[in-house]
């Protein structure tokens, strides 16, 4: 196993690393450094290669090429159960014939840790996940959210220097993932370990994590954190995957909103867009206005408008507001400060 360290420099290290198999590129060039106490999520669509990646940093996988280190250790050629890093899979995992507190205590047990140790470290744990009263409850007497937190108790129990997740909520319900996520965040927090976490919710993404690494094609689109990523996406894919956005082809600015071209990057009009969020779109009701609301759904604390305007569909968030309703013509306001350039 990997020696503990001391010092500050617990960061991960990849660089121009790449996967392929036989002929199918999974990866290409990926370079990312993860910090000390960073919890980043791996963010993208199926088949984006996020997966591949998490995999090839618990040593599951191998790369094809390039390098990958931690505390300035090469794990190139360190196997897996070698690396100490604690794993979380979106199936949990857990051992059906072991009871919550067996399965948390079962890495310290293969480590041959003295029975002192293996039972105050899972009392540790589960009164760190709130399932002390659950610990002789075998997994088929739990519900999915109290058998997530079984498997990240066991994965905490070794102390790992870097925590992976694989997708650990796509399994339970909505209310139960909102809460799951509360509840990793402050795991994380409190015991500071530096986390990766693998997922295809944005939304997910946007709630818990310090940097999104925005992956498609086995590639990287954009790194940066939840507000970087939502308000300043640097290309098409990552303002239309992250969130909401209405992407507008360079014409279609310069014939009806020219006042947006004063931030125009250089670059070719086939190349460039701009994004505007919905909510950054002001509705004004305007008998004679030149957009006419076409559809209005409702979602408790806002509306989400659909408004055709010049032949292009908008998507609009406004407060509620009964004065709004179908077929009303109103005026769009877009403020240059509130749209970013994107490279197509």
């Known amino acids: 196993m990997l020696a503990p360290e001391t010092g500050d420099n617990m960061t991960l290290e990849i660089s ?3 996967k392929d198999f036989d002929s199918f ?3 290409k ?10 919890f980043v999520c791996l963010l993208g669509p199926s088949g984006c290669g996020k997966t591949t990646l998490l995999r090839i940093i618990a040593g ?3 790369l094809s ?8 250790k090469d794990l190139s050629h360190v196997p897996a159960r070698e690396r100490g890093f604690g794993i979380v899979f979106q199936s949990y995992s857990l051992f059906p ?3 919550a507190a067996q399965n948390i205590g079962y890495g310290l ?3 041959r840790e003295s029975a002192a140790r293996i039972e105050t470290r899972t009392q540790e744990l589960l009164n760190l996940i709130q399932l002390s009263h659950l610990a002789q409850r075998y997994p088929w007497q739990l519900s999915g959210g109290q058998q997530q937190r079984v498997a990240l108790a066991r994965a905490l129990a070794v102390d790992p220097k870097l925590i992976l997740l694989d997708e650990p909520l796509s399994a339970l319900d909505a209310r139960v993932r909102n809460e799951m996520r509360v509840e990793i965040r402050e795991v994380q927090r409190r015991l500071k370990i530096p986390t990766i976490m693998v997922t295809h919710d944005q939304e997910e993404a946007l709630m818990l994590a310090d940097r999104i690494v925005c992956m498609n094609n086995g590639g990287i689109e954009q790194v940066g954190s939840p507000q970087a990523l939502y308000l300043h996406p640097q ?3 990552v303002a239309d995957f992250v969130g909401i956005s209405n992407l507008l082809s360079t014409a279609w600015v310069r014939a009806h909103l020219p006042h947006l071209l004063e931030s125009r990057p250089a670059g070719d009009d086939d190349a460039l867009e701009v994004c505007v969020r919905p909510e950054n779109i002001l509705v004004l009701p305007e008998v004679d206005g030149d957009a006419v609301i076409t559809a209005i759904t409702f979602l408790g604390n806002l509306s989400r408008l659909r408004v055709d305007w010049h032949d292009r569909m908008f998507i609009v968030e406004a407060p509620r507001a009964t004065a709004l309703q179908t077929g009303s013509r109103v005026r769009l306001q877009l403020d240059a400060q509130f749209c970013s350039w994107v490279r197509r």
């Open 16 to 18: 121009n690393v790449c």
């Open 25 to 27: 590129v999974a990866l």
């Open 29 to 38: 060039d990926i370079n990312l450094t993860v910090g000390e106490h960073e």
């Open 60 to 62: 599951l996988l191998p």
């Open 65 to 72: 090429s390039g390098s990958l280190s931690f505390a300035g």
């Open 97 to 99: 014939n072991m009871t």
């Open 109 to 111: 047990r293969i480590r």
């Open 235 to 237: 290309t098409r894919f």
